[in-house]
């Protein structure tokens, strides 16, 4: 499997980007919509078209960063927000950041990485993080693909990852992911194709339902 930049800038060129929501996570949306102080310093890593940092922005969080390895993800950004600060948007890989932050939002990030690489992204969030400072998100309880994105996994396995660095806080299933999908991926000829799903709450392929398939986590640092 490919999971250079050529090949994930090749699948943004091309649209063929079938995980993208298109608007904020539901679940993310209603963290977001809690939080009280606009001088946190956000990181969303591996954001692609990042609907998370467009919503945190025009809502006042000025102070939001996305790093990823597609230029034409990051146009897409500067395109639908034309006043977000040119600077907190990165082109490059997250395994190279330096910075320090109070908060990372973790979306669709952990299970694009090869499985391989995800003790260094454990060690590399628990080093980007401040003191007492928190790492968010959602993650696939179900172990999805073996062979190319998105890699799934369990809560025994992300215990494991994570207790050396973080503590735990918080690990539960998440109910209000997005759900009512109309459409599903299918990995036809080598391409993500939309297929017009028979059951809206239904991940088909796997048999699992959108719902479950999302762990709310948060993970703060030690």
């Given at each position: 499997m490919d999971l250079?930049?050529?090949?994930w800038?090749h699948?943004y060129?091309?649209?063929?980007i079938g ?5 904020v ?5 209603k963290?977001f919509?809690?939080l009280?102080?606009?001088?946190l310093?956000?990181?969303i890593p591996g954001?692609?078209?990042?609907y998370?940092v467009e919503?945190l922005?025009?809502?006042?969080f000025?102070?939001?960063?996305v790093?990823?390895?597609s230029?034409?993800?990051?146009d897409?950004i500067?395109?639908r927000?034309p006043?977000?600060?040119k ?9 190279d950041l ?11 990030f952990?299970?694009?990485i090869?499985p391989s ?5 454990v060690?590399?969030?628990?080093q980007?993080?401040?003191?007492k400072?928190?790492?968010v998100?959602?993650l ?6 073996k ?6 996994g369990?809560?025994?396995?992300y215990m494991k990852?994570f ?15 997005f ?10 000829n080598?391409?993500d ?7 809206t ?5 796997s048999?699992?339902q ?5 762990q709310?986590?948060i993970?703060k640092?030690y």
């Amino acid at each position: 499997m490919d999971l250079s930049a050529k090949a994930w800038e090749h699948r943004y060129v091309t649209n063929d980007i079938g995980w993208d929501l298109g608007q904020v996570s539901p679940a993310l949306k209603k963290y977001f919509d809690q939080l009280t102080n606009k001088e946190l310093k956000i990181l969303i890593p591996g954001g692609g078209n990042s609907y998370e940092v467009e919503y945190l922005f025009n809502r006042g969080f000025t102070n939001v960063f996305v790093i990823d390895l597609s230029k034409t993800a990051i146009d897409n950004i500067k395109k639908r927000v034309p006043s977000f600060p040119k600077s907190q948007l990165i082109l490059g890989n997250f395994f190279d950041l330096i910075g320090s932050f109070d908060l990372i939002i973790e979306q669709t990030f952990f299970c694009a990485i090869h499985p391989s690489l995800r003790s260094q992204y454990v060690v590399k969030m628990n080093q980007l993080l401040l003191p007492k400072g928190k790492l968010v998100g959602l993650l696939f309880n179900v172990p999805l693909h073996k062979d190319r994105p998105p890699f799934g996994g369990n809560k025994k396995e992300y215990m494991k990852w994570f207790q050396s660095y973080f503590s735990i806080q918080k690990m539960e299933a998440c109910y209000n992911s997005f759900g009512n999908r109309a459409f599903y991926t299918e990995r036809v000829n080598g391409k993500d194709s939309m297929i017009v799903n028979a059951d809206t709450n239904l991940q088909v392929g796997s048999g699992y339902q959108q719902i479950d398939i999302l762990q709310k986590f948060i993970y703060k640092q030690y």
